[in-house]
């Protein structure tokens, strides 16, 4: 069975930074895409960061810069780290794979939620 | 980035209701629309891929057509669980892009 599970969000200042991790059982990471979506407090859906099989990375324009997704093949575990959080970045962050190469999220995670404020 | 409306924003049905959602395409995305449905503190859950094919194990009362900038999803008859948000996502270009969503309400 696939299963997701994030874990990592909490409260953060604006400036600061936190690590998303994303585990994951019942397929490998190495050969799956994978990507990070977030939902902002009673809004919709928005694309962060994806990350393909062969290891190509891609952002959305927002968090470019500041945010980078990685992979463990070893703990089959996704990661997302933040780094000069603003409180726009505030949202619950999913993780969620693809359906095979079909860019669609056909498993996701239960959401971690990210906080930013002083 | 291409854009993706999605009309209504809101709806009121009851059960047993046919219930039709749009999603209009900012530019030409051919069939690579998806939709998904999202229930209070969950996580979305896909149930449409490709514009027209269901997701395993996803009820056949869900269905989706169209191509190219317009696209039509729709509850056959409506169910008392399938009262949520539903959201479309166009993957022919990055960044992925998601409607604004539809909230189908009682």
């Known amino acids: 069975e696939v299963q997701l599970v994030e874990s990592g969000g909490g409260l953060v200042q604006p400036g600061g930074f936190l690590r998303l991790s994303c585990a994951t059982s019942?397929?490998?990471?190495?050969?799956?895409?994978m990507t990070w979506v977030r939902q902002a407090p009673g809004k919709g859906l928005e694309w962060v960061s994806s990350?393909?099989?062969?290891?190509?990375?891609f952002y959305a324009d927002s968090v470019k810069g500041r945010f980078t997704i990685s992979r463990d093949f070893s703990k089959n575990t996704l990661y997302l780290q933040m780094d000069s959080l603003r409180a726009e970045d505030t949202a619950v962050y999913y993780c969620?794979?693809?359906?095979?190469?079909?860019?669609?999220?056909?498993?996701w995670g239960q959401g971690t939620l990210v906080t930013v404020s002083s | 980035d291409i854009q993706m409306t999605q009309s209504p924003s809101s709806l009121s049905a009851s059960v047993g209701d046919r219930v039709t959602i749009t999603c209009q395409a900012s530019?030409?995305?051919?069939?690579?629309l998806n939709w998904y449905q999202q229930k209070p503190g969950k996580a979305p859950k896909l149930l449409i891929y490709?514009?027209?094919n269901l997701q395993t194990g996803v009820p056949s009362r869900f269905s989706g057509s169209g191509s190219g900038t317009d696209f039509t999803f729709t509850i056959s008859s409506l169910q008392p669980e399938d009262f949520a948000i539903y959201y479309c996502?166009?993957?022919?270009?990055?960044?992925?892009?998601f409607g604004g969503g539809t909230k189908v309400e009682i």
């Open positions: 990350l393909y099989s062969g290891g190509n990375t």
């Open positions: 019942g397929f490998s990471v190495s050969n799956n895409h």
């Open positions: 969620a794979k693809y359906l095979g190469v079909i860019q669609a999220l056909a498993h």
């Open positions: 996502q166009q993957y022919e270009n990055l960044p992925l892009t």
């Open positions: 530019q030409d995305i051919y069939n690579y």
């Open positions: 490709d514009a027209t």
